[in-house]
């Protein structure tokens, strides 16, 4: 191997996503390319490389690098190139001239160890000072990793969050067990780390290979909604992941079991499998709900009949039979279940219900999964509803980094009634943490759509409750005359039933436009999106339109039309700032969505009077700012919130001018236009075109292949999840077990 040493000059060209790069390396003797995996290159670095010299036949001589080192550079110059490039937060061009102007060729040891001296410098305070320091020593640090994992395949922004995990252990944890990478990054996932694994040396058949293997089937079910998995399966998906015997998978499956990470659990003739939090949060929605459902409560002592009158006549409202039955079960069982399709009345009831407990005196508390459900449940009450997440109050663990809800049976929430709505978004683990923070007598009423698409996260709940015949149902069922006015309502119901909708009549709010093409389908979506709509209906074409797709790939998926829709409606202009990442463009003014929960990120008012945290996963923003000298992006939510983004937390955003089905659950836009197109049959379901079409408040626009809307409407086949929720409560319910 040969060493060289220089300055990069000029980057050719550099891949994102793998780190190969073609750059020029200046030194004292010549001008080199230099080509091989350096992520983290920049203009005016100074290096040391290691590898050989190659013939290429069309580029000619070049030297292909196999590791690389920086150098820090001597001269000023160098210096300055380095400070310039970019690489550290906090210093632009302009900063860096200041500082190697004042401090010439002891500028990066006085960074290095003496910082505090950069205050000297004019523009550096203390919070810039910190940013600078903090930027200088992660810079360090994340190269020697980047140097060490790049041979593996793992990009630099994998190799910044395996960084962010372990800090400076990380070489020491992935050559001592590559496969935590899976167990704690997100989106490094078990092959990776078995390629890693197998790179090292670790032994195919190893007992640690195999249980990562099975663990890392028992996660990918997850993904499906199943909160286990029959042995049998698992161990048919752990035989394609790992390329082993079965009887080497079921020593492991029994070892994991012994170890705690799974539960094994029989009915019947079938071993059931769980991940061990799935076990736990699975028997404890159920032995909660049986024990909330059991409980003694304050009886309020009133006339039902009478405070219903009363109530009807006060807002000149007419309840109907079911709603009428669905406020008196509310306060007389400890735990009811109220669901319905649109128009049938749910926000109309669930308001009756807290006026007549607030007027009894009894504090209610409303809640729901998302940040925008929870908005839309405060708007239809009058009334401050929070995300469950807020609800439940999302701290630190005593000693822990580790995040976790504070309110729980030591110290639950303090209500009489609590009312949950989108109950249908509520995945097993996060009911589970719900109801343990439910003290005992307080009562309880879910609400929800048990047509809609199940939670994201895995478990049945809602429907898994209505079938177990445990808890009170009442399900609303009367549309009501207004509401059969709306042809977004009535199409609904006809989805539901499998029948042929009401298209295109004059005067209403149900539309199809008939596309064969993908093409001529996207140019028709992104030409009524931002002229024909916005100019007819008078709606601001990115707040009030809303385009929703089945899928995320395809060529009239979520990602190809964010692209022609940012294109026409959000044009790049002279002075609208954007930055590239990750073969995406993010420019001011674009329409964003958080895709991840984030508990700790922070946020402000634009006039700083008002603060908080939490951005959640489905919120959508604006960016209305992007600070290239300082790597971040600042996006505006809900028209209050100000949270800036640093560059290398940009995966937490999305565009959002589309946006797929599932995510826009628990949400609703004043119109809504879909694509109806091919896609696999899974994503070309009833309940899917349901949940899409429920989102729109006055408009509703179709566009594509009326076979394919057919093919929806008739396709009822929904994918079967392995949940034991409804069984376990039917079970407890026959053994007529009272839980202390």
Same mark, same amino acid.
């Given at each position: 191997m040969e060493r060289l040493e220089g300055m990069?000059?000029?980057?050719?060209?550099?891949?994102?996503?793998?780190?190969?790069t073609i750059a020029h390396l200046a030194n004292s003797m010549d001008d080199i390319v230099i080509v091989g995996c350096m992520p983290t290159l920049s203009v005016g670095e100074s290096i040391e490389v290691e590898g050989k010299w190659v013939n290429h036949k069309t580029y000619g001589t070049q030297f292909e690098v196999s590791k690389f080192m920086p150098v820090i550079p001597s001269s000023l110059e160098g210096i300055y190139a380095y400070l310039a490039s970019g690489m550290i937060h906090g210093i632009g061009e302009k900063m860096a001239k200041r500082i190697v102007d004042k401090f010439g060729v002891s500028t990066l040891d006085i960074i290095q160890n003496n910082p505090e001296r950069l205050e000297e410098v004019e523009g550096i305070g203390g919070k810039k000072l910190k940013q600078i320091v903090k930027s200088y020593e992660e810079n360090r640090e994340l190269r020697n990793i980047i140097i060490e994992l790049s041979p593996y395949g793992i990009t630099p922004n994998y190799c910044l969050k395996i960084y962010k995990k372990y800090k400076n252990k990380s070489i020491e944890v992935i050559n001592k067990n590559p496969y935590k990478l899976a167990e704690d990054i997100r989106g490094i996932g078990f092959k990776i780390a078995d390629e890693i694994a197998n790179k090292i040396g670790i032994d195919k058949y190893s007992d640690d290979r195999i249980c990562q293997g099975i663990l890392y089937a028992l996660n990918q079910s997850l993904g499906s909604g199943h909160t286990y998995l029959p042995k049998s399966i698992l161990i048919q998906e752990a035989k394609k992941i790992l390329d082993v015997e079965a009887s080497m998978i079921d020593n492991c499956?029994?070892?994991?079991?012994? $170890?705690q990470k799974i539960h094994l659990e029989q009915l019947n003739n079938q071993q059931l499998i769980y991940l061990m939090p799935y076990y736990m949060s699975e028997n404890g929605v159920c032995k909660q709900i049986i024990k909330l459902s059991q409980c003694e409560f304050d009886d309020l002592n009133i006339d039902i009949d009478e405070e219903i009158r009363s109530l009807e006549k006060e807002e000149n409202i007419k309840l109907a039979n079911n709603q009428v039955l669905a406020v008196k079960e509310a306060i007389n069982t400890g735990v009811l279940v109220i669901t319905g399709g649109p128009g049938t009345g749910k926000t109309t009831t669930?308001?009756?219900?807290?006026?007549?407990?607030e007027n009894n005196k009894k504090k209610v508390v409303l809640a729901a999964p998302t940040g925008r459900a929870a908005k839309r449940m405060s708007e239809t009450s009058q009334r401050e509803a929070k995300t469950i997440h807020r609800l439940l109050e999302m701290g630190f663990a005593t000693d822990s980094d580790d995040l976790m809800f504070l309110k729980n049976?030591?110290?639950?929430?303090?209500?009489?009634?609590?009312?949950?709505?989108?109950?249908?978004?509520?995945?097993?683990?996060?009911?589970?943490?719900?109801?343990?923070?439910?003290?005992?007598?307080?009562?309880?009423?879910?609400?929800? $759509?048990?047509?809609?698409?199940?939670?994201?996260g895995a478990g049945n709940v809602l429907k898994d409750i209505i079938e177990s015949n445990v808890i009170?149902?009442?399900?609303?069922?009367?549309?009501?005359?207004?509401?059969?006015?709306?042809?977004?309502?009535?199409?609904?119901?006809?989805?539901?039933?499998?029948?042929?909708?009401?298209?295109?009549?004059?005067?209403?709010?149900f539309f199809f436009i008939r596309k064969n093409t993908n093409e001529e389908i996207i140019d028709e979506i992104v030409e009524i999106v931002s002229e024909r709509l916005p100019k007819f209906y008078k709606l601001d074409k990115l707040k009030?339109?809303?385009?929703?797709?089945?899928?995320?790939?395809?060529?009239?998926?979520?990602?190809?039309?964010?692209?022609?829709?940012?294109?026409?409606?959000?044009?790049?202009?002279?002075?609208?700032?954007?930055?590239?990442?990750?073969?995406?463009?993010?420019?001011?003014?674009?329409?964003?969505?958080?895709?991840?929960?984030?508990?700790?990120?922070?946020?402000?008012?634009?006039?700083?009077?008002?603060?908080?945290?939490?951005?959640y996963n489905g919120d959508i923003g604006y960016i209305y700012h992007i600070d290239k000298e300082n790597k971040k992006v600042h996006v505006l939510f809900d028209q209050v919130k100000i949270v800036d983004y640093t560059y290398d937390?940009?995966?937490?955003?999305?565009?959002?001018?589309?946006?797929?089905?599932?995510?826009?659950?628990?949400?609703?836009?004043?119109?809504?236009?879909?694509?109806?197109?091919?896609?696999?049959?899974?994503?070309?379901?009833?309940?899917?075109?349901?949940?899409?079409?429920?989102?729109?408040?006055?408009?509703?626009?179709?566009v594509g292949d009326v076979k394919y809307l057919e093919y929806m409407i008739k396709n009822n086949r929904t994918n079967d999840r392995y949940s034991n929720l409804a069984n376990k409560l039917n079970?407890?319910?026959q053994e007529g077990l009272l839980l202390k």
């Open positions: 990069i000059s000029d980057i050719v060209f550099k891949n994102e996503e793998n780190g190969y499956i029994m070892a994991l079991a012994y $170890d669930i308001n009756t219900i807290i006026k007549i407990f049976e030591e110290d639950p929430i303090n209500a009489d009634v609590i009312i949950l709505d989108e109950v249908s978004m509520v995945d097993v683990l996060l009911m589970y943490s719900m109801l343990r923070a439910i003290k005992p007598g307080t009562r309880v009423i879910l609400v929800g $759509d048990s047509d809609q698409l199940p939670s994201v009170n149902v009442v399900k609303l069922n009367e549309i009501f005359r207004q509401a059969q006015e709306s042809m977004i309502v009535v199409n609904a119901h006809k989805i539901n039933k499998g029948e042929p909708l009401f298209l295109n009549s004059k005067g209403k709010d009030d339109i809303q385009v929703l797709a089945s899928m995320r790939k395809g060529d009239v998926g979520v990602t190809n039309l964010n692209m022609a829709l940012q294109k026409s409606l959000n044009k790049p202009e002279k002075f609208k700032v954007e930055e590239n990442f990750a073969k995406r463009i993010f420019r001011v003014g674009d329409k964003v969505m958080q895709i991840k929960n984030n508990y700790t990120k922070k946020w402000e008012s634009e006039d700083r009077k008002d603060s908080g945290e939490g951005i937390e940009l995966d937490e955003l999305d565009h959002s001018f589309c946006t797929t089905i599932h995510k826009s659950q628990g949400s609703e836009f004043p119109v809504v236009v879909i694509p109806i197109t091919w896609a696999p049959p899974m994503l070309l379901s009833r309940n899917l075109l349901y949940t899409a079409v429920t989102r729109a408040k006055k408009l509703v626009v179709l079970k407890f319910k």
